[in-house]
Structure formats: structure tokens, C-alpha cells
């Protein structure tokens, strides 16, 4: 029933997004480490993180690369990207 109403290019996967922004290896250690152990906690308090910055900072990078890394470990739920 969902796959209905999905937008199969939006997924962090989809062909579509071809050169998809990931972070280079050995970057954004710190930033990505952080959004991890906020995904893997149990802090009910805190169930939304707001990932921003100027245009160019690399956010979708980091998103991508959290996507991809939650996808590996089975823990992703959800996605959606858009250009």
C-alpha cells in the first residue's frame, strides 16, 4: 500500500540520484559521530535534530552519509532527498 503513495527518487538509495552528496572519508568525524550517538540514544527528550547551515556547508552530505550508515546498521526508517 505505501510503495503507492512513495517517491521512489526521493529514497537515499534511488538510481535518480546519481552523485549523491556523501561525506569524503575521515571528514566530518566529529558532526557525524554526534548525530549517531543522538540516533542510538534512548533520550525521549530530545526526538528531533535540526541539522543547518549556510548553503554549501555540506549538510546534504552529512544527511547522506547518515542515511547510508543507519541504512548498513538497519536503523534507518525513513528517508527523503531532493534537489
Not at 14 to 37: F, Q, W
Not at 47 to 75: F, N, V
Request: charged share 20%; proline share 4%.
Amino acid at each position: 500500500l505505501l510503495q503507492q503513495v512513495t517517491v521512489a527518487g526521493a529514497s537515499h538509495d534511488a538510481g535518480e540520484r546519481h552523485d549523491a552528496p556523501k561525506c569524503h572519508p575521515e571528514t566530518r568525524k566529529t558532526v557525524l559521530n554526534n548525530i549517531m550517538s543522538w540516533i542510538n540514544s534512548d533520550n525521549e527528550a530530545t526526538r528531533i535534530m535540526w541539522l543547518y547551515g549556510p548553503a554549501g556547508a555540506g549538510k546534504s552530505a552529512i544527511a547522506q552519509t547518515t542515511a547510508d550508515e543507519c541504512y548498513s546498521e538497519r536503523k534507518l526508517a525513513a528517508s527523503f532527498f531532493f534537489s
